[in-house]
Structure formats: structure tokens, C-alpha cells
């Protein structure tokens, strides 16, 4: 046995007990009459004495000659520790250590393990499993895994079956690349791993399985960024004869259920807004609303008054920025640079300071009186002291930089607060996207989302107009979940299919399988699916979904430990009937 207890559980009531430990050494402090060592595993820290009244010679030299990270047995007594230690829970006691046996000898480790370590980024990826030893990266794996417990544990107790469904399946189109496999046994034929389970768990829903979910690995070949990993978890449910009332109840559950048991925190409204609402109010589809600083539309009030960069623009839209009056001509000029920004693309920014005295300054002053700056201040909420800043222009570019300001001014005034959540609904997106490039239209979910009742025939006339049955769950500012009611009916996604272009013969190609099933008495369904690696950031008090991973890929989607993506040999590539273009 190498051990009975670990290293983070003896307390004074084990004093005079022997106890045998085993773990990492952390640190060796050797003051001559006596050396310490602090012996760590996943569970804590335990402190070791080695003291020369009581400890034979050749085990204090022993101790001494401990390194960094060498794995070790020691069996000894638990005494009282002399120096208190109210830091960590072991800080009470020690070891006096009888026995030490060198389990594995370690090189030196290229960082510190340690809380506040001295490795970079790049080279704690490289060697990911030494980074897993520190506590901040080992304490967010097993809160992820606290998560994800909980998740099975409250869609099982509401009926959920866990169902597991293929990674390797047929490449369809869902809006984002493939990640292929060639098949060795088909020549010519690959698989493609899934972007999600969508058509597999419609089919469970053919299938009679009524609620099913999965904690699934989904792949997309999509840039990165740092909450997108090439290979990321979903938590993938899917309910039959259900409306969208219905799946809102369960997963709202879900989230309160979660709040409560992973941050203790009770939550007992989900606002709900339509996406038009949420593009209004705040420019963005998965708007953050801990704060305010919503937008307010200026049109009827700035235009008209001789003003021509306003005149021209179809929208003129402004928040106002609590307590920013008292910034200074630099400050604000630097602002304006922000928006000028090619990530953010504003040709300018106009502002109003609204004085404390209930006066107006702004750089439009030439164009516009007090009594109009009022109105300005009234539609934006501004207060004394606020600095309003208005963008103008197109409408759908305009709303989508002034919401970038609006989240850049929250993040430097310090109102994202991570121990703070706020739920919100966003319901009735777009069924359709048009892509201007080419005129035709795609679908901004995915091919099997539902039209709101009533609409389908929106389709032949107006088809930017219809609104899809789906609905996203927002927090703090980041969509953590989303889904919509299925089309269950074969004619229906004909109809739909031939909308997004697809030939009847692509269709059936693509989606033959899922249309013949439709044909066996397929029942009102619809699901969602939580990003796991983003909720669990957020409820961490996080919003980089890469801490919360064991193996993270890097910006270029590289695993720098494993070094992957790798070349394969040619007996290989030959077995998969493959050969590489090493011209182009």
C-alpha cells in the first residue's frame, strides 16, 4: 500500500497516529538542525520534518538530496506543528518521517509549479500534464467534473436517457467545415467527424427514446479563438412532443439547478427578449445585461439639423457611459481611435459630456443646441457626470461597433462581475441568413430548424422575414446554450431544403436517411445544446474556455505536447489511396 491517507487530510485529531504518504515533493527548506519537505498530491499539502534529535543521519541526508517533483513514499508519526501554518488545512501538524523511499526521480521541471507560476502560456501547453499539477488548472478539471455531475444527475432525474451516438459519420452541410477521415476499406470515401449529433438524435427522437442527452466531443475546423477549440463538448439533449415552452422550462431548470448547486447562487427570473429586441437594445444577439448602457436610437432627434455625417446614415445610435464626463480631451480622443480600430471599423465618434450642473458639451456644438442635447441625454438614459458617445452609419455595422464599445467600456469600468450572474432568453432569430455575395439564402441555424408557426408560407414571398422556432440561453454575455423545434414533417423539409438551394437530388444525397425516417411516423421534437466548455468558464468566474480543458489545442489548433497535427508516413498515406500535393 503506498498510502492510508493523502496529503491534504490529516488534521491535529491524527496526532501520535503513523501514517504513510505518497506524492510530488513541492519544496525542500534545509536549515541545518532540521529539514522540511512538503509533500504534495491532488489532495493537499502535508508538511515532513526530518529533525537531527530524532531522525537518523542517513534518512536527513536522504531528504536533502530530494529534487523538485521527486515522487515519494514516507511512513511517520503526526505531531503538532510548532509554526502554524492557517494557510492550508494541513497547517496544524506534520510528519516526523520514520521511513522514505524514492518512488521516481525528476529533471528538473521547465516552470515552477506553483499557484503564481513563472511559465509562459506557450511553454506550459508543451507540458500540459506538469501545468495539471498546479492548483489553479487541477482545481478547474475537477470543478468541470463537479459540473458535468451535476448535469447527469438533474437530466436524469428528469428522465433523460444517455445515449451515445457515432463520431464517425457522413459529412453534411451544418455551417462550419469538416473534419474528414479517409477510410482505408472504401477507397476514394471518407468519413467526416461531427459537428454535433443533430441528425442522430432527431433520429432517437424517431425512435421513440422521448428525451435523450449526451455529453458528447463535437469537431469544427474553424478559426480559433479563446472560447473555440477545434474539438470542444457539448451537453446535447433533445425532447419529443414538446414546444418551445417546453424546453425553455426544462433547461432554465437546468441552469438554475446548476447556479444554485455549483455557485449557491438562487435565480428566479429568465428575462426573455426577441433577437430585433436584443440587436436594438444592445447590438449584439447574446447581450450582457449586468449593466446597462443600452443603446438609444438617435434618428428623429440628430438628423435633419444641418448635420451631414448624420443626415446620411441610416442609423444614429448612442449609449452613455456612467461617470466618463470627466474624462479629458486625450482620453476621449483615444476613444475615438478605439472605434477607428480595423477590429472595430467606426470612421468616427461623436460625444456629449452631460456636466454636472445639467449643461451640455459636446464636438458637435456647431450643429446642435442644449435643448437638443437634452433629448439626446433623456432617449440614452445619461445622468450627470455620463459621457455620451453616438456612432452613425449603416444600421446592422453600426450597432455591431457600438456594441463593441459598450462591452470595451464595461470590462475598463470594472461592471463584468464574474460572481454576478445574469440568464437571459433570446428568442424569434432569423430562420434564414442572406449572403450577399451570393444572393442566396443559408440557414442561420441549422436546415431542420422549424419556422414560427404560421409562417411557412413566408417563405415563397419574403423569406428574410420569417422567424425560426429557436431560442438561445445567454449569460453574462455569452451564448452557453441554443436550439430550436425540429421540422418533423418530410414535406415541410423539402420545402425548406429547396429554399437553402439544395437540389431534390443533393437533398437526398445529403439527407436521404433522415427524410426516409421522416416517413415512419416521426413525432414533434425539438433540443438544445450547451457549450459544457463555456459554461463551466462562466460559472467558474472565467471566460477562457481553454483553463477548464485537460489538453487544450493552441491558436493554430496545435497540441505543441503531442505535436500535433503531424505528417503520416507513405505506407500509410498508400493505405488510404492518398497522396499529397507538395506544390501547392
Same mark, same amino acid.
Given at each position: 500500500?503506498?498510502?492510508?491517507?493523502?496529503?491534504?487530510?490529516?488534521?491535529?485529531?491524527?496526532?501520535?497516529?503513523?501514517?504513510?504518504?505518497?506524492?510530488?515533493?513541492?519544496?525542500?527548506?534545509?536549515?541545518?538542525?532540521?529539514?522540511?519537505?512538503? !509533500?504534495?498530491?491532488?489532495?493537499?499539502?502535508?508538511?515532513?520534518?526530518?529533525?537531527?534529535? $530524532?531522525?537518523?543521519?542517513?534518512?536527513?541526508?536522504?531528504?536533502?538530496?530530494?529534487?523538485?517533483?521527486?515522487?515519494?513514499?514516507?511512513?511517520?508519526?503526526?505531531?503538532?506543528?510548532?509554526?502554524?501554518?492557517?494557510?492550508?488545512?494541513?497547517?496544524?501538524?506534520? #510528519?516526523? #518521517?520514520?521511513?522514505?523511499?524514492?518512488?521516481?526521480?525528476?529533471?528538473?521541471?521547465? /516552470?515552477?509549479?506553483?499557484?503564481?507560476?513563472?511559465?509562459?502560456?506557450?511553454?506550459?501547453?508543451?507540458?500540459?500534464?506538469?501545468?495539471?499539477?498546479?492548483?489553479?488548472?487541477?482545481?478547474?478539471?475537477?470543478?468541470?467534473?463537479?459540473?458535468?455531475?451535476?448535469?447527469?444527475?438533474?437530466?436524469?432525474?428528469?428522465?433523460?436517457?444517455?445515449?451515445?451516438?457515432?463520431?464517425?459519420?457522413?459529412?453534411?452541410?451544418?455551417?462550419? $467545415?469538416?473534419? #474528414? +477521415?479517409?477510410?482505408?476499406?472504401?477507397?476514394?470515401?471518407?468519413?467526416?467527424?461531427?459537428?454535433?449529433?443533430?441528425?442522430?438524435?432527431?433520429?432517437?427522437? +424517431?425512435?421513440?427514446?422521448?428525451?435523450?442527452?449526451?455529453? +458528447?466531443?463535437?469537431?469544427?475546423?474553424?478559426?480559433?479563438?479563446?472560447?473555440?477549440?477545434?474539438?470542444?463538448?457539448?451537453?446535447?439533449?433533445?425532447?419529443?412532443?414538446?414546444?418551445?415552452?417546453?424546453?425553455?422550462? #426544462?433547461?432554465?431548470?437546468?441552469?438554475?439547478?446548476?447556479?444554485?448547486?455549483?455557485?449557491?447562487?438562487?435565480?428566479?427570473?429568465?428575462?426573455?427578449?426577441?433577437?430585433?429586441?436584443?440587436? @436594438?437594445?444592445?447590438?449584439?444577439?447574446?447581450?450582457?445585461?449586468?449593466?446597462?448602457?443600452?443603446?438609444?436610437?438617435?434618428?428623429?432627434?440628430?438628423?435633419?439639423?444641418? /448635420?451631414?455625417?448624420?443626415?446620411?446614415?441610416?442609423?444614429?445610435?448612442?449609449?452613455?457611459?456612467?461617470?466618463?464626463?470627466?474624462?479629458?480631451?486625450?482620453?476621449?480622443?483615444?476613444? +475615438?481611435?478605439?472605434?477607428? @480600430?480595423?477590429?472595430?471599423?467606426?470612421?468616427?465618434?461623436?460625444?456629449?459630456?452631460?456636466?454636472?450642473?445639467?449643461?451640455?458639451?459636446?464636438?458637435?456644438?456647431?450643429?446642435?443646441?442644449?435643448?437638443?442635447?437634452?433629448?439626446?441625454?433623456?432617449?440614452?438614459?445619461?445622468?450627470?457626470?455620463?459621457?455620451?458617445?453616438?456612432?452613425?452609419?449603416?444600421?446592422?455595422?453600426?450597432?455591431?461597433?457600438?456594441?463593441?464599445? @459598450?462591452?470595451?467600456?464595461?470590462?475598463?469600468?470594472?461592471?463584468?462581475?464574474?460572481?454576478?450572474?445574469?440568464?437571459?432568453?433570446?428568442?424569434?432569430?432569423?430562420?434564414?441568413?442572406?449572403?450577399?455575395?451570393?444572393?442566396?439564402?443559408?440557414?442561420?441555424?441549422?436546415?431542420?430548424?422549424?419556422?414560427?408557426?404560421?409562417?411557412?408560407?413566408?417563405?415563397?414571398?419574403?423569406?428574410?422575414?420569417?422567424?425560426?422556432?429557436?431560442?438561445?440561453?445567454?449569460?453574462?454575455?455569452?451564448?452557453?446554450?441554443?436550439?430550436?423545434?425540429?421540422?418533423?414533417?418530410?414535406?415541410?423539409?423539402?420545402?425548406?431544403?429547396?429554399?437553402?438551394?439544395?437540389?431534390?437530388?443533393?437533398?437526398?444525397?445529403?439527407?436521404?436517411?433522415?427524410?426516409?425516417?421522416?416517413?415512419?411516423?416521426?413525432?414533434?421534437?425539438?433540443? !438544445?445544446?450547451?457549450?459544457?466548455?463555456?459554461?463551466?468558464?462562466?460559472?467558474?468566474?472565467?471566460?477562457?474556455?481553454?483553463?477548464?480543458?485537460?489538453?487544450?489545442?493552441?491558436?493554430?489548433? @496545435?497540441?505543441?505536447?503531442?505535436?500535433?497535427?503531424?505528417?503520416?508516413?507513405?505506407?500509410?498515406?498508400?493505405?488510404?489511396?492518398?497522396?499529397?500535393?507538395?506544390?501547392?
Amino acid at each position: 500500500m503506498y498510502r492510508d491517507h493523502n496529503c491534504g487530510e490529516l488534521r491535529e485529531s491524527d496526532i501520535d497516529k503513523s501514517v504513510t504518504l505518497s506524492g510530488w515533493v513541492q519544496k525542500v527548506r534545509d536549515k541545518g538542525f532540521v529539514t522540511w519537505v512538503d !509533500i504534495r498530491d491532488r489532495y493537499g499539502i502535508t508538511q515532513l520534518v526530518f529533525d537531527e534529535d $530524532r531522525t537518523p543521519s542517513e534518512l536527513i541526508v536522504q531528504a536533502r538530496d530530494l529534487g523538485r517533483e521527486y515522487v515519494i513514499q514516507i511512513t511517520g508519526t503526526v505531531i503538532e506543528r510548532a509554526s502554524k501554518n492557517p494557510k492550508i488545512p494541513t497547517g496544524n501538524i506534520e #510528519v516526523l #518521517v520514520k521511513e522514505l523511499t524514492v518512488l521516481n526521480k525528476s529533471k528538473t521541471p521547465p /516552470f515552477t509549479i506553483e499557484n503564481d507560476t513563472d511559465g509562459g502560456e506557450d511553454l506550459r501547453m508543451k507540458y500540459r500534464y506538469l501545468d495539471i499539477r498546479r492548483n489553479p488548472v487541477k482545481n478547474n478539471l475537477i470543478f468541470r467534473s463537479k459540473v458535468t455531475m451535476e448535469v447527469r444527475k438533474y437530466l436524469s432525474e428528469q428522465d433523460f436517457i444517455e445515449v451515445e451516438t457515432p463520431y464517425l459519420i457522413k459529412s453534411t452541410p451544418e455551417g462550419a $467545415r469538416d473534419f #474528414v +477521415v479517409p477510410s482505408r476499406m472504401n477507397e476514394g470515401q471518407f468519413y467526416a467527424l461531427p459537428q454535433s449529433p443533430q441528425t442522430f438524435k432527431q433520429l432517437l427522437m +424517431v425512435g421513440g427514446m422521448d428525451k435523450y442527452f449526451q455529453i +458528447v466531443k463535437c469537431f469544427r475546423d474553424e478559426d480559433l479563438r479563446a472560447d473555440r477549440q477545434p474539438e470542444f463538448t457539448q451537453i446535447d439533449c433533445e425532447m419529443a412532443f414538446v414546444e418551445q415552452e417546453d424546453i425553455l422550462n #426544462v433547461f432554465e431548470g437546468l441552469t438554475k439547478y446548476l447556479l444554485k448547486e455549483i455557485n449557491g447562487i438562487e435565480i428566479d427570473t429568465f428575462p426573455r427578449i426577441t433577437f430585433d429586441e436584443a440587436m @436594438r437594445r444592445f447590438g449584439n444577439d447574446k447581450p450582457d445585461i449586468r449593466f446597462g448602457m443600452e443603446f438609444g436610437e438617435l434618428n428623429a432627434v440628430a438628423q435633419h439639423k444641418e /448635420f451631414d455625417v448624420f443626415n446620411s446614415a441610416e442609423l444614429v445610435v448612442a449609449i452613455a457611459i456612467p461617470g466618463a464626463a470627466t474624462y479629458t480631451r486625450k482620453q476621449i480622443d483615444a476613444l +475615438v481611435d478605439w472605434v477607428r @480600430r480595423p477590429q472595430v471599423g467606426a470612421k468616427g465618434m461623436v460625444y456629449v459630456k452631460c456636466n454636472e450642473d445639467g449643461t451640455f458639451k459636446s464636438s458637435v456644438d456647431k450643429f446642435y443646441d442644449q435643448e437638443d442635447l437634452a433629448q439626446w441625454a433623456a432617449i440614452t438614459r445619461a445622468q450627470a457626470g455620463d459621457l455620451i458617445c453616438v456612432l452613425s452609419g449603416d444600421a446592422n455595422t453600426t450597432r455591431t461597433q457600438l456594441s463593441a464599445l @459598450r462591452m470595451e467600456m464595461a470590462e475598463r469600468l470594472e461592471l463584468r462581475n464574474p460572481k454576478e450572474f445574469a440568464p437571459l432568453w433570446v428568442t424569434d432569430f432569423p430562420l434564414l441568413e442572406l449572403d450577399e455575395e451570393t444572393g442566396n439564402y443559408h440557414a442561420m441555424h441549422h436546415p431542420f430548424t422549424s419556422p414560427k408557426p404560421g409562417q411557412m408560407e413566408l417563405l415563397e414571398t419574403d423569406p428574410g422575414a420569417v422567424r425560426a422556432n429557436a431560442y438561445d440561453l445567454v449569460l453574462n454575455g455569452n451564448e452557453i446554450g441554443g436550439g430550436s423545434i425540429r421540422i418533423h414533417d418530410k414535406d415541410m423539409q423539402r420545402t425548406m431544403f429547396k429554399h437553402l438551394g439544395f437540389t431534390p437530388e443533393e437533398a437526398k444525397a445529403q439527407f436521404g436517411f433522415l427524410m426516409d425516417a421522416f416517413q415512419y411516423g416521426a413525432p414533434p421534437h425539438g433540443g !438544445i445544446a450547451f457549450g459544457l466548455d463555456r459554461l463551466v468558464s462562466i460559472l467558474g468566474g472565467q471566460e477562457t474556455i481553454r483553463d477548464f480543458i485537460a489538453f487544450p489545442k493552441n491558436n493554430s489548433g @496545435r497540441d505543441v505536447m503531442i505535436d500535433a497535427p503531424a505528417p503520416i508516413d507513405d505506407g500509410q498515406l498508400k493505405e488510404l489511396h492518398l497522396s499529397l500535393d507538395t506544390e501547392s
